[in-house]
């Protein structure tokens, strides 16, 4: 069984080697990437338990990156409302194209991307907020005083947000960036201004178990017990990567799928194996392995079951991120 199992794993790969072709891709941000045969593992170069594993052992970022997408003409108010009422530190942006920018802000050691224009052919759909659809509904965001708080959002020219006491007598506020997307503002005195502790993604999903599996035996993220949310009337499947987390939960009658509004992003060391396992598992491909050679990147953009993107980036010796110029 063990030998058949290895030489399936193997022929998985095999195709996946053989499909990745030469030319050119964009990603959901209109970056151009190039891809090529020889960026993928050769067939038989991967074992089958390699391919099983998850990707907990390529993870190198203790956090993860998460991209807002929004129209463009909003860009201003967007921008004004991460960086003065959020508070979100300012980062040098990336060029990705001509007439395209990705505006960086950062949460610890990650950062949420501002990314003007909606590409391709995802979905955009917030109608409903957290409760109407499938996808990334909202974020969370951190911050230990809830007077600082109020008062940067009323100097931003936004109403200050209506705070109110959970269960467990921690505050907090729902509040819509310009574009329409929920964001949750968690007051916790011993938190980290700036929501320097990281920062956390809701994701209402259409099958629970189905995307508990893809998070914590695909992605590698760290399963946390379950915890009840009544003020949002659900319950979290809460899965952590360092600093940041993922909640995953389940309202409404998914009428209104959301996969483009919002998307995740892992530093990894090893795309190309990323890209093997989610072919060995049939993981749904948004953008093949590809290299961005400006920005020295290596990258591939695999779907949850719902179609939320999920970035495997790995950044060589002369990225940004590798100069610290993030």
Request: with cysteine; charged share 20%.
């Amino acid at each position: 069984m063990r030998m058949i199992l290895a030489a399936a794993a193997l022929s998985l790969t095999a195709c996946a080697a053989q499909a990745q072709q030469a030319g050119e891709v964009r990603t959901p941000e209109g970056a151009v990437m190039q891809t090529s045969p020889d960026l993928a593992y050769a067939p038989g170069a991967l074992t089958a338990e390699q391919l099983e594993a998850s990707n907990a052992d390529i993870f190198a970022q203790n956090s993860l990156n998460v991209f807002r997408r929004f129209p463009r003409e909003l860009t201003a108010d967007m921008v004004r409302f991460y960086t003065e009422a959020l508070s979100l530190r300012s980062l040098n942006p990336i060029q990705l194209t001509a007439t395209q920018q990705m505006i960086l802000t950062g949460v610890g050691s990650g950062q949420v991307k501002l990314s003007a224009g909606q590409q391709g052919n995802r979905l955009y759909d917030l109608e409903g907020g957290y409760r109407g659809g499938t996808g990334i509904r909202f974020f969370v965001l951190s911050y230990p005083d809830q007077a600082v708080v109020s008062q940067r959002f009323t100097d931003a020219g936004f109403a200050a947000p209506a705070f109110v006491e959970r269960p467990d007598g921690l505050s907090q506020a729902l509040v819509q960036d310009p574009a329409g997307f929920d964001i949750v503002l968690l007051i916790r005195p011993e938190a980290q201004d700036h929501s320097d502790d990281g920062v956390g993604v809701g994701i209402n999903v259409s099958d629970i178990e189905t995307s508990r599996a893809f998070y914590r035996e695909f992605v590698g993220l760290d399963e946390l017990d379950p915890v009840e949310a009544p003020i949002m009337g659900t319950t979290f499947y809460p899965y952590r990567r360092g600093e940041s987390f993922v909640l995953l939960y389940h309202l409404g009658d998914n009428q209104h799928p959301d996969n483009g509004s919002a998307g995740m992003q892992y530093v990894v060391s090893d795309a190309p194996l990323a890209a093997a396992r989610g072919a060995h598992r049939g993981v749904t491909v948004e953008t093949p392995l590809n290299r961005l050679a400006g920005f020295d990147l290596t990258t591939v953009w695999l779907n949850d079951p719902d179609g939320v993107t999920n970035y495997f980036a790995q950044v060589g010796p002369n990225s940004r991120t590798a100069r610290g110029q993030n």
